[in-house]
């Protein structure tokens, strides 16, 4: 099946690494075949959503520095539409976990999760987020931030550069762009999620 | 030093000794208070530290300073083969500090100190099991917690009865009935990190506030333990990350004393630049963090536009932006870019039009100053007592700037001023750290056209080994001083490693500082203290 629609306004298609890791999700997704309607209206919906993604501002360590970098003059996220940082997680689509997640920190995490509003995205910056990075040893670290939330990017670097969490974020621009609002819940978040939060 | 131990004899059994120029008093348990009493009346006002140890036996360490004798370190010990029940009189009561130091060595040793007013665990969840930096901890013990923490409203407090025996543990509540308490972090945009804070408040008036830390706590000095010389320095970088440069030019400084070897001049010199060079980007985060908790999200922008040209140098030279990993035992770990110089000597006069203009934006607008000024005060005693080293208590009055007290690298060659200021309010602090910028480029530009030729590093041996001993090494970062203690047994990993956070006594100053303002001049408040809780939390 041909893709389509998954370009996103900042970055040429072929530019990007992993393409056929999009295509196979997009088959998958769509697997039962478009409503040409739906799909018109999912197309306009998503291109709003993928140019206005809301990210929260949270951050334990280092790539929290990075971060602030990424918003600030040099890197600035806001050519994104990804500027509007909210200090709720009522009102964030995405959450940038910045940094490690310790024992005591992981269930304030989950919990900042819970109550953002659906849809949303975790974008797990740094190795600490992803595998625990340099303090895996630790008797107090989590060996990465899928232990209890899901995750849609991983953004390796230690810290990543603010180049490098650009990249990620149009990662889940195109991510967003492709995925069916009108039937999230049922088949673009990962089975694990339930599996954790019974846990 | 020997009036020192006659008057130590005149009331006990104390061994006093001199280790590698330190002197180190030995006292038992039950002596402890009344030495440091009479350590506290020779002069003995500041606690720069206190080191839990377990080395078969355990015990403390308190190592102490003078401010009229800076350069000195004194350590006064004590050790109990109790392990069941390890007991010492809390000496909170006589140096300020020590409350906070000893809820620390309680959390990670269980190490109960009699009559210490407030102890609870500091770091870890209060349903943590075992104390993890007892060499006999079991670090499978304890699950990923799925609940939230109950955090309780109840301080504990020790007291031994007269005839020696435990009495009853005391329990008083922390906060009354009818008090109002908010909670803030551990996500709050503006508490610098994950810092978790208790505040009563009455009106808008802070009355309280109890900060709980551990929310980014890694374990870092038991990481230590299980890893070579040269992989610890990795660690330090992400101690405090703002001075990452600086914690790791300790930790060389300190391992480069313990083999008797010294890095050469060139690696010296490049090293002060970096530290100074990190300095400015630090006081350049710390400035707009503070300004945009005042509202200004202009000053904020500004501070990360002119850091980026730091990053910039470190970039080209090092290959990290945040964190240079650059410094390592005997020298660096390349030699430096052939723009280095360039870049660094275009950035001088690009930051002292930058730091008018700054100056302009912000200091002199009548409605920042209106806020600053008078707001936050922390006295000179207070500073001491409470040891906030640093710019914060070089905003007090004290003279503590370990580049001028016991310069090390470059630091000594170098003509600077520390900068002092006598107010002790927000506004001080605040000038203070543009002053410090000024400072700093001042060295720059001392040391950028004479980095003398030749090696960059010294030759170690492929496996570094310590000989046994103690070694203490104390450096300025861009948040106060900063110490790295490290005891070996000859081994090619330390046996225990501890980090002096200069950070930790800044939240213990804004306990003191901030109460009875609004709780909007709290926020500043904590701005104008700039601490890192990373660096806290270790």
Redesign the interface.
């Known amino acids: 099946m041909e893709v389509k629609g998954i370009h996103i306004r900042n970055m040429k298609y072929e530019d990007f690494n992993d393409n056929e890791y999009l295509e196979k999700y997009v088959e998958e997704l769509r697997r039962n075949g478009v409503n040409i309607f739906v799909g018109a209206l999912n197309d306009l919906i998503n291109w709003g959503r993928s140019n206005s993604v809301w990210p929260l501002t949270f951050a334990t360590s280092c790539c929290g520095i990075e971060f602030m970098c990424v918003g600030a003059a040099r890197a600035d996220f806001a050519r994104f539409g990804w500027e509007v940082t909210r200090n709720s997680p009522r009102q964030a689509d995405v959450i940038f976990v910045c940094g490690t997640i310790v024992h005591k920190m992981a269930p304030v995490l989950k919990r900042l999760y819970d109550q953002m509003a659906e849809p949303k995205y975790v974008m797990a910056v740094g190795s600490c987020a992803i595998g625990g990075g340099p303090f895996k040893d630790s008797y107090h670290v989590l060996k990465g931030v899928d232990e209890i939330i899901p995750v849609d990017v991983y953004v390796p670097g230690c810290p990543p550069r603010p180049e490098a969490m650009l990249y990620g974020m149009m990662q889940m621009a195109r991510k967003i762009k492709v995925q069916n609002f009108f039937k999230l819940t049922d088949n673009n978040k990962p089975l694990q999620e339930n599996e954790h939060a019974g846990k | 030093m020997n009036t020192l131990e006659n008057k130590l004899n005149a009331t006990e059994t104390a061994k006093v000794e001199t280790v590698d120029g330190c002197i180190v008093v030995t006292v038992e348990p039950c002596q402890l208070r009344n030495a440091a009493t009479l350590l506290r009346n020779e002069g003995y006002n500041f606690l720069f530290d206190l080191v839990g140890f377990d080395s078969e036996a355990l015990g403390v360490e308190y190592l102490l300073s003078q401010t009229a004798q800076p350069a000195h370190l004194l350590k006064l010990k004590s050790q109990t083969n109790n392990r069941q029940h390890p007991e010492f009189p809390s000496l909170s009561s006589i140096w300020e500090v020590a409350n906070i130091y000893e809820r620390e060595v309680f959390d990670f040793f269980g190490i109960l100190f009699i009559d210490h007013p407030d102890l609870r665990r500091i770091?870890?969840?209060t349903d943590w099991h075992g104390y993890?930096l007892r060499k006999d901890?079991d670090?499978t013990a304890?699950d990923?917690?799925?609940?939230?923490?109950l955090i309780p409203d109840m301080e504990t407090s020790h007291s031994i009865s007269l005839h020696g025996g435990r009495e009853a543990d005391e329990i008083h509540s922390l906060f009354e009935n009818n008090e109002y308490v908010v909670n803030f972090g551990?996500?709050?945009?503006a508490m610098h990190?994950?810092l978790h804070l208790r505040v009563s408040i009455e009106g808008e008036e802070v009355k309280k506030i109890d900060p709980n830390f551990?929310?980014?706590?890694?374990?870092?000095e038991?990481?230590c333990e299980?890893y070579t010389y040269p992989q610890i320095l990795?660690?330090t970088d992400?101690l405090d990350?703002?001075s990452g440069t600086m914690n790791r030019h300790a930790v060389c400084l300190c391992c480069e004393k313990a083999l008797g070897i010294e890095a050469p001049p060139r690696a010296q010199y490049v090293r002060t630049i970096f530290d100074e060079l990190t300095r400015i980007a630090s006081h350049l985060?710390g400035w707009g963090c503070m300004c945009m908790d005042m509202g200004s999200i202009t000053a904020?922008?500004y501070g990360?536009?002119d850091?980026?040209k730091i990053?910039d140098v470190f970039e080209e030279t090092a290959g990290g932006?945040?964190?240079p990993n650059y410094n390592v035992i005997g020298g660096l770990a390349s030699d430096i870019h052939p723009n280095f110089r360039r870049r660094v000597a275009e950035f001088i006069p690009y930051m002292r039009k930058m730091l008018k203009e700054h100056h302009l934006l912000f200091t002199a607008n009548p409605i920042s100053a209106g806020r600053m000024k008078r707001v936050g005060k922390l006295s000179l005693e207070k500073a001491i007592a409470l040891g906030a080293t640093g710019p914060t208590g070089r905003a007090s009055g004290w003279h503590n700037d370990l580049r001028k007290i016991d310069p090390y690298a470059a630091y000594g060659m170098v003509d600077f001023d520390e900068m002092i200021r006598s107010g002790g309010d927000t506004f001080d602090r605040y000038i203070i750290r543009l002053d410090e910028i000024e400072q700093s480029l001042r060295i720059l530009e001392q040391l950028i056209d004479n980095i003398p030729q030749g090696a960059y590093c010294e030759k170690t041996k492929a496996v570094i080994r310590l000989p046994e001993g103690e070694f203490v090494q104390r450096v300025e970062n861009s948040r106060g001083q900063f110490g790295v203690h490290i005891t070996s047994r000859g081994d090619k990993t330390p046996w225990r490693v501890k980090f002096r956070s200069p950070s930790l006594t800044l939240v213990g100053a804004l306990k003191e500082t901030a109460v009875s303002h609004k709780i909007a001049d709290m926020i500043m408040i904590g701005g104008s203290l700039d601490y890192v809780?990373?660096c806290i939390d270790r």
Do not use: C, D, S, W
């Open positions: 770091f870890l969840r993890p901890y670090a304890n990923i917690p799925t609940h939230n923490e551990p996500q709050h945009p990190g994950v551990g929310y980014i706590h890694r374990g870092i038991k990481m299980g990795h660690l992400r990350y703002l985060l904020f922008v990360m536009r850091r980026e990053m932006r945040l964190m809780i990373p």
